[in-house]
């Protein structure tokens, strides 16, 4: 629905363009981009409040609302492991790129697992 009223607004703004001509084309220009801006923040705006009610998409799938964050954590340890296995197989062969591996699995490891208990936890449960 949105999309459409944008594709509206777009369409008026090249047709006033045409009709008022180029002398005219930062004001329309920046009218459009008010306008996406607008319906930009006020979709932000339902996303948090949907997400703060926990009504948010995914919720099912991920309760704890942390997906993001453990993805987010999984791709920089992946990017990390580049450097850290070059280092440990430069410095010590196989033995350091195998120590480097263990570590990079300790570290995804001990991170997921906290999310995990956090999750298997009861609701009356304390940290």
């Known amino acids: 629905m949105e999309s459409q009223e944008l594709k509206k607004e777009l369409s008026a703004t090249l047709d006033a363009r045409r009709e008022l001509g180029a002398e005219y084309e930062a004001e329309l220009v920046d009218s459009f981009v008010d306008k996406v801006d607008t ?62 591996w263990i570590g990079i699995l300790g570290v995804n490891y001990v991170h997921a697992a906290k999310y995990r208990r956090r999750h298997d936890r009861s609701p009356g449960q304390l940290d």
């Open 39 to 100: 319906q930009v923040r006020r979709r932000l705006a339902e996303e948090r409040l949907a997400a703060a009610r926990g009504t948010h998409r995914g919720a099912a799938d991920f309760p704890d609302g942390n997906f993001g964050e453990r993805f987010g954590f999984a791709i920089i340890t992946l990017v990390l492991a580049i450097p850290l296995s070059a280092i440990g197989a430069a410095q010590a062969r196989l033995s350091g790129l195998v120590v480097a």
